[in-house]
């Protein structure tokens, strides 16, 4: 009698982990078939990790991070182009709807001088920052772009 108690509760509780794991994952047919899963969502606060171009100077996407915290501060490291070296810089942002724009001033310049730039990204909660496009601000003309600017879990 009390072998089949014993084997009476683990097939309970195989039938109610078997129906656990249907009900909280989603369902694809196919691999690239994702309609059925929820979007995967991403504060905009975090890691943010990719590479940035300069219009005026012709180079291979250069590294850059970004740290957005929640109190609305915001750091920047990006690799000096054609260098080992980084600048980092620091600042404030701003996200209205899915613009996420920053301002910020180098606390660690790679030149010896401040430099103030300003920047606006295309926020998505799947974890990119798209479109971005970045502008100094600090008397030189210099313009440029930011590519594959992705959440870092």
Known sequence: ???IFMISAALKAFALTSILFQM???KKTTAQDMSNCPPAVYPIT???EG???TDQVNHIPTYCSFIIYPDGTFMKKAQVVSSTEYELT???WKLNGNLFEYQDTSILPYSGGSII???SLTFS???TLTNGT???LSGQTFTGTFQNMKRNN
């Open 1 to 3: 009698m009390r072998k």
């Open 90 to 92: 620091r600042g404030r």
């Open 125 to 127: 909660n799947t974890g």
């Open 46 to 48: 975090g890691l943010w």
């Open 117 to 119: 730039n300003k920047a």
């Open 51 to 53: 590479t940035y171009q």
């Open 24 to 26: 909280t994952s989603c």
């Open 134 to 136: 970045w502008q100094d």
